[in-house]
């Protein structure tokens, strides 16, 4: 049976909106799309905020980083059009029981955040989602430590090289699969592709009927994977 290549907006929908904004998710759910993929970091005083870089400098009109301010500190610097940074209490109270995949990327790989998988685990405990959440991090002990403290949860390793023994690899670290830059051929694991923004790029890939694909502007990958199966 053929499998339905599964769309998920990298960080909302940046192709027209801030990324990582309310806004853009807010849209990407109005316009049911398939999944939201988002990252995660630690306010100073502890709070799990939705910002891609450890940094303000690049998205928003502050500088300096995330883990050197409060919450309400971070409430004074804005993305564009004004929005604030969200945080994932505000993200998962919009998602609320919508028929949505999320991917939750623990942003460790750089600034550590100690505890920060626990904190984000029990925020979960306290809502209820149609889905589980998928788990991802470049960081491999962040995906350990959610295992440890939630066995049954999907955890994906992400990362921009080929990995040698997928399988292998796979099942030792007791994964749901991997999320990869570029696609690999002929290795019975669930792969998931980031970021794919090209249409001939997104074709090639949902021939090849991958589980997923990460992309800036999900509406136009959307009609094209739906022309695709129309034709089938």
Request: charged share 25%; net charge negative.
């Amino acid at each position: 049976m053929a499998i339905r290549t599964a769309i998920f907006g990298h960080r909302g929908y940046p192709a027209q909106f801030p990324e990582n904004s309310l806004a853009g998710f807010d849209y990407a759910l109005a316009h049911h799309i398939d999944g939201l993929e988002f990252d995660v970091q630690l306010t100073k005083d502890r709070v799990p905020v939705i910002m891609h870089d450890e940094k303000l400098n690049r998205t928003t009109d502050g500088k300096g980083f995330i883990k050197d301010y409060t919450l309400a500190e971070l409430r004074q610097f804005h993305l564009d059009r004004g929005e604030v940074i969200p945080t994932l209490a505000e993200l998962l109270a919009l998602v609320g029981d919508q028929d949505v995949q999320l991917n939750l990327e623990f942003k460790t790989n750089k600034v550590r955040y100690p505890g920060i998988e626990k904190i984000v685990l029990d925020m979960l405990d306290t809502v209820t989602l149609a889905r589980p959440v998928i788990f991802s991090s470049f960081y491999l002990p962040s995906l350990k430590a959610c295992q440890l403290l939630a066995p049954d949860e999907a955890c994906c390793w992400l990362t921009g090289k080929p990995v040698v023994n997928a399988k292998a690899f796979v099942t030792n670290e007791h994964l749901e699969g991997l999320h990869l830059k570029h696609y690999q051929a002929d290795i019975p694991v669930t792969e998931r592709i980031w970021t794919v923004d090209e249409p001939a790029e997104a074709y090639e890939l949902f021939q090849q009927q991958v589980a997923g694909i990460f992309t800036d502007d999900f509406m136009t990958m959307t009609r094209l994977r739906d022309r695709m199966l129309l034709v089938k």
